[in-house]
């Protein structure tokens, strides 16, 4: 099968910046960090500046402008103030942003001083992401992290001064957490007043502390049905509140969804930065060196720092684009899908349109097809029928 055009590539207009510090790594944590080795923040600050030099990232002429920009990691705001202050100095020598773009940082609650606050002021952060997981101190003790119930009010409050836009996640399927515990926090959460709430279930993942203990028996999975319920409520309750169920694990205030991350969703063309960071530029994916010092030896060599690299062919990208759109509440419309791929929706994947509908998945208004209520408890293994 054939499209009927060539699809049509943009210039990316949105970064992602991977800053790799923690003071501790979580026992769930997989994600590309190092914890304990603020000693090497120096080192990562001039391999960032030498990548972002690196083709095809650095711009023909002056600054690339950006809609969205977003640090994650790790902790964007672990380093000290005057090393956030030359991480942003980098970006702006970079990437040009305004008033109007959506400026993201990801925050672990304890290291938000309000001199770091200062600097993301500074900047123009506007969207700050803290690190909440949960209100129980006792949830907060087995997934290691360093604040405490009391505080989280405090900071959110302080936060807020600076930032109207404040998001925060939560954790759910955490080994002996209760139904009711769950409502309570987000419960909690909402009384924060904060626009902006994710959600996610808890995973073992393959090489953490907590699978390592899941093996010797030390903990256990939440059971399937237990984390149906807790999804259920987390649906039941932010939507009561007013909540726009916009994508899998977010939920937002009306004109509070998360730009940077719709890039991705709606499969637009990002740079992203940093150690294990993947990238989406000129029809082509790279994902970096996920060592941070394997990162750190590449640039410091001079060379690139990508570890994988794939062009996808035309069919193969129509149907990631289905993969990531089901996850959000907009689904995947025939008209633009087709004008963006130059593949009719029915005739790339009718079969399984079909399928999912008769398996009560997906509904199809004729327009386009979205996930049922019964397909988000299953959206994994419903988008992956598409790929």
């Not at 770091?116 to 992401?129: K, M, P, Y």
């Amino acid at each position: 099968m054939r499209p009927q055009r060539k699809p049509r590539l943009s210039i990316p207009r949105a970064a992602y910046v991977h800053v790799p510090f923690c003071r501790h790594r979580c026992g769930y944590c997989d994600f590309t960090l190092i914890a304990g080795r603020d000693d090497l923040i120096g080192d990562f600050l001039a391999a960032l500046a030498r990548e972002l030099r690196l083709p095809p990232h650095d711009p023909p002429t002056g600054r690339t402008p950006l809609d969205t920009l977003f640090l994650g990691g790790g902790t964007p705001t672990h380093p000290p103030p005057s090393d956030l202050r030359t991480l942003f100095a980098l970006l702006q020598d970079r990437f040009d942003w305004s008033d109007e773009s959506e400026v993201s940082v990801e925050a672990n609650p304890l290291d938000l001083t309000d001199d770091q606050l200062a600097v993301l002021d500074e900047f123009g952060v506007n969207r700050i992401s803290l690190g909440v997981q949960a209100f129980s101190a006792e949830t907060l003790r087995l997934l290691e992290r360093d604040h405490a119930p009391e505080d989280i009010p405090r900071i959110v409050q302080r936060v807020q001064r600076q930032c109207d836009n404040v998001s925060i996640d939560l954790i759910f399927g955490v080994p002996g957490q209760s139904l009711a515990e769950w409502e309570q926090t987000l419960r909690r959460g909402l009384d924060l007043g904060v626009p902006h709430i994710s959600t996610y279930g808890l995973t073992f993942e393959s090489g953490t502390a907590f699978e390592t203990r899941r093996l010797r028996g030390e903990l256990a999975r939440t059971p399937e049905e237990l984390e149906r319920e807790m999804y259920a409520a987390a649906m039941e309750i932010l939507i009561a509140a007013g909540y726009e169920h916009y994508e899998i694990s977010n939920f937002a205030r009306p004109g509070f969804s998360c730009r940077h991350n719709q890039t991705y969703w709606d499969g637009r063309e990002y740079f992203a930065y940093g150690p294990g960071a993947a990238r989406y530029v000129r029809g082509r994916r790279e994902t970096n060196v996920r060592s941070v010092l394997g990162w750190l030896a590449k640039l410091e060599r001079n060379e690139s720092p990508v570890a994988d690299a794939e062009e996808l062919s035309p069919e193969a990208r129509a149907r990631e684009l289905i993969f990531l759109g089901l996850r959000t509440s907009r689904g995947i419309n025939r008209r633009e899908f087709r004008e963006r791929t130059g593949f009719a929706l029915d005739e790339l994947v009718g079969d399984a349109i079909r399928s999912q509908i008769a398996s009560g998945h997906l509904q199809d208004d004729g327009n386009a097809i979205r996930l049922t209520r019964e397909g988000k408890f299953v959206a994994d293994r419903v988008v992956a029928a598409f790929l």
